[in-house]
């Protein structure tokens, strides 16, 4: 093993002679030396120092001090013969950003299972975990102002997605358990950002809001994949003061400094049939219902903003054109030039580009390999506005524990490697060396990665998986939707006037 056994490499270490011999039957903790040292520059970078009578973490701040002990943690798991080689290791981050999404809102994870996906992203010093908690199938917050969310919104019937088990599904998360995962995550150091998605994706507000869709009538709570056509008015006064409200408790219970506001796939042919949108358009000199998205969206980050806060949103809020730059765009699919443009006029990305980083794809679509050799970077975009990465897994057909740690366990590796370690750093095979030294201590924190046969996608049963996928995705029925979405869109734009 070219390098050492710790994920993610570190950036320096040097080795020296000699051993320091772990205690037998004992604790390492009280015999670590802690060092806070001002002289090293970071909040997130560390050093580790092994001599034969001491190990001593230094850092500038108590999570650089946290960061040195996960790496002094994989050496002591790696190690043979109750002893660790002498060593320095200087270390500290490549992207400040290195980050996980749950999608909570398509199926709903106990507490103790995000808390196992915690254990094992912190292990490898990710530090923001991306909550998404609203969309089409469920509204996972506990909403005290709006308590029809979660009579209403927070089940289904039936658990959806081509099962045929009969009842509810569904529930939301108390404040209490919000604020019980918030405390574990910042215990180790990892940033909350919850996700309200917006305009579109909000199936489950509407069933239990109709009055904030353009039609107003009753719909339901769906149970499949794929875009439903259902979004909120944004030209009624009332809308955007009723999501207001909802951020106003969002920002109650979630205390860190970035809301994620959505924005992706918004499908608009409701708008050009809206008279109140129409209305709004015309009045302010609009060309499509893009731009009536845009006012909507810095309407929402102007206000979190005002209340001392930053929103982050998907890149699919650029299509009417540039977002002021306090805003942070993550991209995930589409213009990337436009997403470009943004860093390029002075504002953040975070990088979660589908095809490398969407751990709900199979291996057969997304090996692992793939993800690993991944360069967070955009053609036009400035690499000092890329502020990090972000692997998301969305649970349309992920709902039991098993499935989950294998989609997010070994990538959250590959991913961690990507945004921690520099390009030059980088070994594919020294990289799998050091994973086979990891899986040992995410199996002890109850998470059993994805077999090593299925990570490069040639094995049978992850070809399987890739069928079974590719069957899900793209039945008849959503397939259907998502071309009527499309079709109504140009339809009724073209028939208003309005441009595409």
């Known amino acids: 093993m070219r390098e050492l056994p710790i994920l993610p490499a570190p950036r320096r270490f040097w080795r020296s002679d000699g051993f320091f011999l772990l205690p037998e039957g004992g604790s390492l903790v009280p015999l670590l030396s802690r060092r806070i040292d001002p002289a090293i520059r970071g909040e997130e970078s560390y050093r580790l120092a092994i001599r034969p009578n001491e190990v001593v973490l230094s850092a500038s701040t108590q999570r650089g001090l946290f960061y040195a002990f996960q790496s002094l943690k994989q050496l002591v798991a790696a190690s043979r013969g109750g002893k660790l080689p002498c060593l320095k290791i200087e270390d500290s981050p490549r992207f400040p950003v290195r980050a996980f999404m749950l999608d909570s809102a398509r199926h709903r994870q106990p507490v103790e299972t995000i808390k196992r996906v915690i254990d094992g992203a912190a292990l490898l010093k990710m530090n923001v975990f991306h909550w998404h908690l609203s969309d089409d199938q469920g509204f996972r917050f506990e909403s005290r102002k709006y308590p029809l969310l979660n009579r209403v919104g927070s089940f289904r019937d039936g658990e959806g997605f081509g099962s045929k088990r009969p009842g509810r599904y569904g529930g939301y998360y108390t404040r209490e358990e919000m604020a019980e995962i918030i405390r574990y995550c910042h215990q180790k150091y990892i940033k909350v950002v919850p996700e309200l998605d917006l305009p579109g994706h909000v199936s489950a507000i509407l069933a239990s809001y109709p009055s904030l869709s353009c039609h107003g009538r009753a719909i339901r709570v769906r149970g499949g994949n794929g875009i439903y056509p259902d979004i909120l008015c944004p030209s ?16 109650e219970v979630f205390p860190d400094d970035e809301i994620h506001l959505g924005g992706d796939e918004v499908p608009k042919g409701q708008w050009y049939c809206c008279p109140d949108c129409l209305a709004h358009m015309r009045a302010q000199g609009m060309q499509n219902a893009e731009e009536l998205q845009r006012a909507f969206t810095l309407s929402l980050c102007d206000y979190i903003q005002s209340r001392g806060r930053r929103a982050i949103v ?23 030039k436009a997403a470009a443009g943004h860093a390029a006029a002075g504002g953040n990305l975070i990088l979660s580009e589908l095809k490398y980083m969407y751990a709900d794809y199979p291996f057969g679509l997304m090996p692992l390999g793939r993800t690993y050799h991944y360069e967070p970077s955009l053609p036009g975009a400035p690499p000092e506005n890329i502020r990090g990465v972000e692997m998301p897994v969305w649970t349309e057909f992920i709902g039991d524990d098993k499935t989950l740690f294998a989609h997010l366990f070994p990538r959250l590796a590959a991913v961690a490697e990507v945004g921690w370690s520099e390009k030059a750093r980088k070994s594919s095979a020294d990289f799998l060396l050091r994973l086979n030294a990891l899986l040992p201590q995410w199996e002890r924190l109850g998470i059993t990665a994805a077999p090593k046969k299925d990570w490069n996608g040639h094995s049978f049963s992850a070809l399987r998986q890739t069928l079974r996928f590719l069957l899900q995705t793209s039945n008849i029925e959503t397939v259907r939707r998502q071309v009527s979405n499309m079709k109504e869109a140009r339809v009724h734009a073209k028939k208003q006037g309005f441009s595409l």
């Open 314 to 336: 998907w890149n699919d809020s650029l299509k009417a054109g540039a977002l002021p730059p306090q805003v942070t765009v993550q991209y995930w699919l589409g213009d990337k």
């Open 236 to 251: 009624r006064p009332e809308v955007p003061d009723w999501v207001k409200g909802l951020l106003d408790e969002i920002m």
